[in-house]
């Protein structure tokens, strides 16, 4: 709470002093999670895309990161590197936190993205 002070331009009477509550702000975390697939079917080269998971009820959103040169034999820390970036660059969040696990080696990881 803020206290505010309102004094009369002419003195005429007391001071009015009135508590005005103020909005309390609570950051939560949201999440998103979604799949990593080296992708070979419809790419003129191969490269990661990633597949978000909406609502449900809904198609998966596919995003297609804007570095295509990482190779599939990208460490795990490139590869979530690669999900921040393309996460954001989608989303305009950037993750607090990305955790990757495989699925089928060199080809296909979970992820979950903390925003």
Avoid: C
Avoid at 58 to 75: E, K, N
Wanted: aromatic share 8%; proline share 9%; hydrophobic share 40%.
């Amino acid at each position: 709470m803020s206290l505010v002070t309102l004094t009369p331009d002419v003195d005429h009477g007391p001071t009015i002093n009135h508590l005005v509550p103020r909005a309390e702000e609570s950051i939560m975390a949201s999440y998103a999670s979604g799949d990593l697939v080296w992708e070979t079917t419809e790419a003129t080269a191969p490269r990661w895309v990633l597949l978000l998971e909406g609502p449900p009820g809904f198609p998966r959103r596919r995003v297609d990161p804007q570095d295509s040169a990482l190779p599939q034999a990208a460490s795990t820390s490139q590869l979530r590197e690669l999900i921040s970036q393309a996460f954001h660059a989608n989303t305009g969040h950037w993750p607090v936190s990305v955790t990757v696990a495989v699925v089928r080696a060199k080809q296909r990881f979970r992820f979950h993205v903390t925003y």
